[in-house]
């Protein structure tokens, strides 16, 4: 288990959290453990996906080492005791909930989706460890530009819609990392649908998050 700090440290390096939300937690365990395979550090379970809490302790035994999952879709205090007791190692929550205040409580990295202002700033009052921009879509990277004069020193993810074309204009605006979900997973945890191309992507985000690390160390 990371700290919230080692947390911090670990996404800022790997620029991405896999985002996986399925029609079966057979599916969704397949799936990220793929991504897991492929190199992807953090992968987060919906709890939406049925069988959520199986498929996290699933991966939770199988993942690679250094690698780590979590739960996404986490709202309340019995869903942070839920995903502890599955074996989950972090949360990202939709909105700023009572499942933010619970998961800090016990010492849980937690990922609070936020988009206003003021549901920003409620969020690192709470003791957020990360915030996740969330949909980061409906303003783009232009949005995120604008948040980051008033909060400079938040650490923002950039959530929903995210393809691979969109995360270097992120990166490069200053969110410490990307969540791709659908772009990324495509139909292979709703449907069981085919995990080579699933896997093409994985590493296509890889490479352009190494890209990006790389070009940011020799400017």
Do not use: H
Request: net charge negative; hydrophobic share 45%.
């Amino acid at each position: 288990m990371e700290t919230p700090e080692e947390f911090v440290a670990g996404v800022s390096e790997a620029k991405l959290i896999g985002i996986v939300r399925g029609s079966s937690g057979k599916f969704a365990a397949d799936a990220a453990l793929a991504l897991m395979e492929e190199g992807f550090r953090y992968v987060e379970v919906a709890l939406t996906t049925p069988d959520a809490l199986a498929a996290i302790t699933e991966i939770r035994a199988k993942a690679p080492t250094g690698s780590f999952v979590g739960a996404g879709t986490v709202l309340t205090v019995q869903n942070v005791n839920d995903v502890v007791a599955a074996g989950g190692q972090f949360i990202v929550t939709p909105a700023i909930c009572e499942a933010v205040a619970e998961g800090v409580r016990q010492g849980l990295p937690v990922v609070a989706g936020a988009l206003t202002p003021s549901e920003i700033n409620a969020g690192m009052i709470q003791g957020a460890t990360l915030i996740k921009l969330f949909p980061a879509s409906s303003g783009g990277p232009g949005y995120l530009k604008a948040l980051r004069d008033p909060f400079p020193q938040v650490p923002f993810i950039a959530v929903g819609g995210v393809g691979l074309s969109e995360a270097q204009e992120y990166w490069t605006i200053g969110a410490l990392a990307v969540g791709p979900g659908g772009p990324l997973v495509g139909d292979a945890a709703s449907v069981g649908g085919d995990l080579g191309p699933l896997r093409q992507r994985a590493r296509e985000y890889l490479a352009t998050a190494s890209r990006f690390t790389e070009n940011s160390r020799l400017s």
